[in-house]
């Protein structure tokens, strides 16, 4: 009897054991349930929302987009087909942002996008430097028309008169009749091609610049030169806005800063589109890289149409001009890659070498020449008899020959 009382007593004391922990786990789970909150049957915390996801997206796409290129360039053990110039865009760009953000705050977002920004550029350029081909060094690159043998060209082209004429003289007389309304615009604008002729090619890796700018062949210039730019932005800024509190000052700074910022940021592709122009290959230039900036572009105009606050206007008009350059590179990716080595093909079936790209520019620049040459000679026969006799058919000539091979 005791036995069977003593086995009723275990298995009760059991059975109430696992009721209270049945209770206490139901009463923890209650707990868990009113601090988790339940969405479609998924729980998930207040703070994971698509606008967090989002500005996050934004905030540190660069590490992919630039991580693997520096990837790509370790691997490869050469910087060929990749612009640095992109290095100095971003990091100016990103530079005047943060000095922007002292006068005028926007959006965190893009305040933290251009801090990790700095942060990838940097390495990029540290690594894109110790790669450097040859081809990039200072001594290597093309010399590039100066503007005054340009604006020189022009006005001859125009007014047929180098030198100041003796006065009253025929030339005197052939200058003042082509001083005509037509004329003088056409002049005008042929200046202003002038102008805009000079500022491409300062994009253009390919040719020197004033001062060797970021063609330096010192490496120390490149670190030298950004730790000055910023040191002296930032503090300028930062004086002028928060220690003299001149307003109105800051104000207009910070409109001029703020519009450079995007132009610079916004002339992005322009570098490396001059190299794909000039090596016609796609090598050394990583699909991902692309595809990446579409993105980018597409995420942060939809950001800031759509998701930002306090954002000027002038931010979507940039970036939509960005994305269109991008859309520019994506057809040279595909011409290059897919069609232009057929054509090579197709002019020389016979051939299995087919001449290089520096041999096919320079029989285009040769054939072009020629066309200008006959259409120079045409328009002195047209002109007058005495034209054809003069000097000035040579230096027509001359001109027109340095024109081209530059």
């Given at each position: 009897?005791?036995?069977?009382?003593?086995?009723?007593?275990?298995?009760?004391?059991?059975?109430?054991?696992?009721?209270?922990?049945?209770?206490?786990?139901?009463?923890?789970?209650?707990?868990?349930?009113?601090?988790?909150?339940?969405?479609?049957?998924?729980?998930?915390?207040?703070?994971?929302?698509?606008?967090?996801?989002?500005?996050?997206l934004?905030?540190?796409?660069?590490?992919?987009?630039?991580?693997?290129?520096?990837?790509?360039?370790?691997?490869?053990?050469?910087?060929?087909?990749?612009?640095?110039?992109?290095?100095?865009?971003?990091?100016?760009?990103?530079?005047?942002r943060i000095s922007y953000y002292l006068i005028t705050p926007y959006e965190i977002t893009l305040l933290r996008q251009s801090l990790v920004m700095i942060f990838i550029?940097?390495?990029?350029?540290?690594?894109?430097?110790?790669?450097?081909?040859?081809?990039?060094?200072?001594?290597?690159?093309?010399?590039?028309?100066?503007?005054?043998?340009?604006?020189?060209?022009?006005?001859?082209e125009f007014f047929s008169c180098i030198n100041r004429p003796k006065f009253l003289s025929e030339d005197w007389k052939n200058l003042i009749k082509s001083l005509s309304f037509t004329n003088l615009l056409k002049f005008t604008f042929k200046i202003f091609l002038a102008f805009l002729y000079k500022i491409l090619k300062f994009f253009d890796p390919n040719f020197k610049r004033i001062g060797a700018f970021w063609q330096w062949d010192n490496d120390t210039n490149f670190?030298?030169?950004?730790?000055?730019?910023?040191?002296?932005?930032?503090?300028?800024?930062?004086?002028?806005?928060?220690?003299l509190n001149w307003d109105s000052l800051a104000q207009g700074l910070g409109s001029i800063i703020g519009s450079l910022g995007l132009l610079v940021e916004s002339l992005l592709p322009?570098?490396?589109?001059?190299?794909?122009?000039?090596?016609?290959?796609?090598?050394?230039?990583?699909?991902?890289?692309?595809?990446?900036?579409?993105?980018?572009?597409?995420?942060?105009?939809t950001y800031l149409i759509f998701g930002a606050k306090n954002i000027s206007a002038l931010f979507v008009v940039?970036?939509?001009?960005?994305?269109?350059?991008d859309f520019y590179i994506g057809g040279q990716y595909i011409y290059y890659r897919y069609y232009y080595p057929k054509?090579?093909?197709?002019?020389?079936p016979n051939n299995s070498n087919p001449p290089s790209d520096e041999d096919e520019s320079e029989m285009y620049e040769l054939d072009l020449f020629n066309t200008l040459q006959k259409d120079v000679e045409k328009a002195l026969k047209h002109d007058s008899n005495d034209t054809s006799d003069s000097p000035q058919y040579d230096q027509v000539g001359q001109s027109q020959a340095h024109t081209v091979t530059v």
């Open positions: 009897m005791s036995a069977t009382t003593g086995t009723l007593s275990a298995t009760l004391a059991k059975d109430v054991a696992v009721a209270t922990a049945t209770k206490v786990s139901s009463d923890v789970g209650d707990t868990l349930y009113s601090y988790l909150p339940k969405v479609d049957q998924f729980y998930i915390p207040e703070w994971l929302t698509m606008q967090f996801i989002a500005n996050n934004i905030s540190f796409t660069p590490l992919f987009s630039y991580g693997t290129t520096i990837i790509s360039i370790e691997k490869c053990k050469t910087a060929l087909g990749f612009s640095i110039d992109i290095c100095a865009t971003m990091l100016i760009a990103s530079i005047l550029q940097l390495i990029l350029l540290k690594t894109s430097l110790k790669y450097r081909p040859d081809e990039y060094k200072y001594q290597n690159l093309t010399d590039v028309e100066s503007l005054s043998h340009l604006v020189h060209d022009i006005w001859f670190w030298r030169f950004l730790a000055l730019f910023a040191t002296l932005q930032i503090l300028v800024t930062f004086c002028i806005s928060n220690i322009l570098p490396q589109i001059a190299i794909l122009y000039k090596l016609k290959s796609v090598q050394g230039f990583k699909l991902i890289l692309l595809v990446s900036w579409l993105c980018g572009d597409t995420l942060k105009i940039f970036a939509l001009f960005q994305m269109s350059l054509l090579r093909h197709i002019h020389h």
